[in-house]
């Protein structure tokens, strides 16, 4: 089965570094190659080897989220587009979910359930992950222990469910062509989406590649919003309005199988910000967009999308730090 060896390679990994009895560097070190790389959203970045990684991340995550639990959404594996359809990337994507009873990254335990929304893409060669690219939503995380990390958005944000149709997790094989359908209709997508003058309006050009009612699940500070309607007033116009100088994509992978796909790119982009942004002032200063997009296709068009901004890197390119602002800050 097409897959099959790298997809246990992951969900063996998993299984390990779930076990509260397990060590994560020793776990680490049995399914991840020595030349390993981890990518993660600010305060984390790049960080190289297993030994780091469970240092900087893991332990103390699984020390703060107690009785921590994976629960994925989205399961699945496919070759990688840009380096030539030669590496194979495994992807899963859900939240992570535990008792937050210690500290983390400054924000003060609440002694309930919190969840943490990531999305993880690893690399698998020779049976072993070399490479991962592990993001999450922070703010959100710090929304829940009632902190309140940027203004009001212009969305909503909760926690965030699964893809409606229930089908994300492929741990059997799909057919080829679902997936080759998949990364065909996201690559139209990111065409659109790369021209910013395409001579159509903005919705117009949604419904190219978007269903009418779909639904763009959008990181906490900017929310979730769903129709065309509602997401080019809630987040793609205002956003156009407010960047100029938008770079061209670039992605590290780019994959689907079945009928999701996504990406991700380290960065995926730099654009300047000329208006303001997420209700905080404009400093007409590049900035880069470290992102995953997670897509569920639905016929021949888009249906949902999940979307990871690293936006502590954001405003922190910008002058904003957002850790060192909440670390102080009450709750409310």
Aim: proline content about 5%; some cysteine; charged content about 20%.
């Amino acid at each position: 089965m097409p897959y099959e060896t790298e997809k246990t390679v992951v969900l063996e990994y998993y299984e390990a570094l779930g076990s509260t009895e397990s060590d994560v560097a020793e776990t680490m070190s049995k399914f991840c190659a020595e030349n390993y790389l981890w990518r993660g959203f600010h305060p984390f970045d790049e960080l190289y080897g297993t030994e780091d990684v469970a240092q900087k991340f893991w332990r103390p995550l699984k020390h703060s989220l107690q009785h921590l639990q994976r629960r994925m959404d989205v399961f699945m594996a496919g070759k990688n587009e840009i380096d030539g359809f030669t590496s194979v990337w495994v992807v899963s994507m859900g939240h992570l979910m535990g008792l937050f009873d210690n500290a983390w990254l400054g924000v003060a335990p609440t002694g309930k359930m919190a969840f943490l929304r990531y999305c993880e893409f690893n690399k698998v060669e020779n049976g072993k992950i070399t490479d991962t690219a592990m993001f999450f939503d922070i703010p959100h995380f710090m929304m829940q222990a009632g902190l309140q990390p940027f203004p009001p958005q212009t969305a909503a944000h909760l926690v965030q469910p699964g893809p409606l149709t229930h089908d994300g997790l492929m741990f059997s094989p799909q057919p080829a062509a679902e997936g080759e359908k998949t990364l065909g209709t996201i690559n139209a997508m990111i065409s659109d989406l790369g021209q910013w003058n395409s001579g159509l309006n903005l919705e117009d050009e949604l419904r190219q590649t978007w269903c009418e009612d779909m639904i763009w699940w959008g990181p906490a500070g900017i929310g979730a919003t769903y129709t065309i309607e509602r997401y080019a007033k809630q987040h793609s116009g205002p956003f156009r309005a407010t960047f100029t100088d938008r770079s061209k994509t670039k992605h590290i992978c780019r994959m689907a199988e079945g009928h999701y796909g996504g990406f991700f790119g380290w960065p995926n982009f730099t654009a300047r910000p000329t208006g303001g942004f997420m209700g905080m002032p404009a400093t007409d200063k590049a900035g880069e967009f470290r992102v995953i997009d997670i897509y569920r296709r639905e016929g021949d068009k888009l249906a949902e999308n999940w979307i990871f901004i690293d936006l502590l890197h954001f405003w922190k390119q910008q002058g904003v730090d957002i850790l060192g602002r909440m670390a102080k800050a009450p709750r409310t």
